[in-house]
């Protein structure tokens, strides 16, 4: 299945690199369960429910995940390894982000989607 695809679908799918492969299986072992490995694509349960575009020079761009026991951000980088951060709530996983400017514009996403509120 090719990336493109999964994304039209909304299905939990995300291309893994190598150095950062390990760091964001756990996160998704968080709050997900891994469905599928095939090389360097893994599948889990989870739905996305925000796809953000990238941003400033580092941040190509982002997708949050609602997944049977939270929520998963993962992060694809220009520069740098991508990241993943997980919750049980929307706050918990924003919260986890390692990156202040992606949780600040993913957290906008989710006012805009009315999914979280202003005051969060």
């Given at each position: ?6 994304a ?40 996305r429910?925000?796809?953000g ?34 919750g ?31 005051k969060?």
């Amino acid at each position: 299945m090719e990336k493109i695809e999964a994304a039209r679908r909304g299905d939990g799918f995300i291309e893994l690199e190598s150095d950062s492969a390990e760091q964001v299986k756990q996160a998704i072992q968080k709050v997900s369960t891994i469905t599928a490995v095939d090389g360097n694509r893994v599948s889990f349960e989870g739905h996305r429910i925000v796809e953000g575009h990238g941003f400033g020079r580092d941040v190509n761009c982002y997708d949050i995940y609602q997944c049977p026991q939270g929520y998963l951000l993962h992060t694809y980088m220009n520069n740098g390894p991508n990241w993943a951060a997980a919750g049980k709530t929307l706050q918990a996983m924003l919260q986890a982000a390692p990156n202040l400017a992606v949780a600040k514009r993913a957290h906008g996403e989710l006012i805009k989607k009315n999914l979280v509120s202003m005051k969060h």
